[in-house]
């Protein structure tokens, strides 16, 4: 007996661009996404003369769930998304292709009101889609995960840090705090060696460091606008910043996991990236990613080992090139609370170490992380204070008219305790 297959409406032609799509409310919005993904799913199936329970059953997801999908009752996640494009053996591009009614794929940053906002999202990277959420309440992220090799965090992990900024920032608002940092956060420089010093040494200036030697660098960012967050990073991501374009000012995650040392490196890591990223215009720029991370690297080792000081610190102790043992470099070092590694290069750079004593100091060191979990030699720098402005505004949301149970509710997200 034929089989018999259940009418369905068919798309004449591909739905048109949605002019001006920016200026409808956020709930129309949504409702005219769903519609068009779901029109543009629908007429794909059709196309290859699939049912909706053969579509359900090759993307693995239930029957229900397709119809909700195609008749724009369910705005579906990226990831169902990418199981039925999948299924119906189609790009995300095409789907985006279909549901915007374009014979090619837009670029979002030069026709910004031809794909509805949400669509845009479907020609994101992975790792740009994970954080998608974040952006489109304007807080940017502004590195990517660290290495190539550093798996993707999840999304329970990326859940858990825009949870973290969103009461960061909830809190201040709740608070009267101040939102926009107190130092400039877009500076023009080159970049190259002498760019990233005379960056360095800028930044200082404007934080009110000069050539002193400070461990506390959380409490100095935080008084200038600069958020810091310590929040559980999985495993090979250590940090992650965030620029705030609405208010121009930043965040700055730090894994809680890694060592003082790394963290210190990390926080200095992470404000290159920021600058670097407000430079190129608050827009990424992928194919600069090496380049990038070599700049950044130079911006945190001068900042954190600024060359006067560390100048002055050799010559109060008579000690010119040829004249460093590791046991020494060992102590020198945890005055400026950066890794042996990182000061061992700073020298170099000096010209305080040569190119023999400086790979002899360098097998050691790295002999030392291998067999200690690359903990550091020599005595340990004590933790650093974690989430101390976060605890502060806390503190303070107590007397805040109406703002009690909420804080409560952030500190225990947070696991600060508060009653």
Known sequence: MART?????????????????????????????????????????????LMQAELAALAGIPAPQVSAVENGRRQPSLRTLRRLCAALGATLEDLLRAATGREAAPDPATAPEAVLPGLQELFLSPEDALFAPLARRGVVRTTRADSVSAPLPSQEAVETIERRILDYLRLETLCGAFARASVPL?????????????LAERVRKMLGLGDSI???????????????????LPRGLESLS?????????????????TTEKQLFRLALELAYLYLFTRN?????????????RFAKLFAACFLLP??????????LGAGRGDWTLPLLLRVKRRFGTSAEAFAYRLFELGL??????TGMLAAIRGHYETH???????????????????????????VRGAYDEARAIARRAGVPFD
Do not use: C, W
């Open 307 to 316: 060359r006067t000081a560390v100048l002055a610190a050799a010559a109060s």
């Open 214 to 232: 400070v461990l506390d660098y959380v409490s100095v960012l935080e008084s200038h606008g600069v958020r810091v967050l310590f929040v559980p």
């Open 281 to 293: 215009g608050n827009r990424p720029v992928p194919e600069a990613a090496e380049a990038n991370r």
């Open 373 to 399: 979990q690359f903990r550091e030699p020599g005595e340990a720098l004590p933790p650093l204070a974690r989430n101390g402005r976060l605890g502060d505004l806390l503190e303070r949301a107590r007397s």
């Open 186 to 198: 877009s500076l023009p420089f080159q970049q190259d060696a002498e760019g990233a010093e005379q």
């Open 5 to 49: 297959r259940k009418e369905q409406p068919r798309l004449k032609k591909s739905p048109a661009p949605l002019a001006g799509a920016a200026n409808l409310d956020p709930e129309r919005l949504e409702e005219e996404e769903a519609r068009r993904v779901g029109e543009a799913v629908r007429s794909m199936r059709e196309r290859r003369g």
């Open 353 to 358: 170490l040569s190119d023999e004593a400086l």
């Open 242 to 258: 965030f620029f705030a374009t609405g208010s121009g000012s930043a965040v700055i995650a730090i894994s809680e996991s890694i």
